[in-house]
């Protein structure tokens, strides 16, 4: 049997009608959708990190919610960026996606915190991600370095240059 092409196009409609499911009011409606993504896997991934650029603080949270219990590293990125978001919740939803990551969150989160170091809530999220990594024993020294700066409210060193180092730090240690 070949393949007729209208498989894709047919994935991304389904895609799509529940990716507008996670827009209902109707919260059953909302699980449901959020479910169906998450078993749909990777496909749904782009769909959702677009949505967390939504206007609408239902959406940006069902989206953030979705890919963190999807565990997907290429969600990473975005994940660090709702640390920012206007929204708690989203920020929060976030974090414990990141943490859900484990290491493969280290690396964007770092980087942020090299450009969004005066953002309070990137710090304080980034606080709670790397303390929650670093009781699974997770962090390189490097990187305990940055976690015991975010500890104070004002960095006492340069804080970017801290948080520089253990990328670069991380960077030199990764596994081929």
Partial sequence: MTST??????????????????????????????????????????????????KKQRVRWEATKTLGAMQAPEAATALVKKLMDDSFEVQWLAAEGLIA??????????????????????RQGAHHILHALERENLLDEKTLVVLDELRNIEPLEPFPGVAEAALNALAENKPE
């Fill in 5 to 54: 092409g209208s498989e894709k196009p047919a994935a991304n409609d389904k895609i799509e009608k529940l990716m507008a499911d996670l827009e209902s009011k109707e919260g059953v409606r909302r699980m449901e959708a959020r479910h169906q993504l998450v078993e749909t896997g990777k496909a749904a991934i782009p769909y959702l990190i677009k949505a967390l650029n939504s």
């Fill in 101 to 122: 990551l484990k290491r493969a969150a280290v690396h964007p989160l770092l980087k942020a915190l090299t450009t969004h170091f005066d953002n309070l809530d990137l």
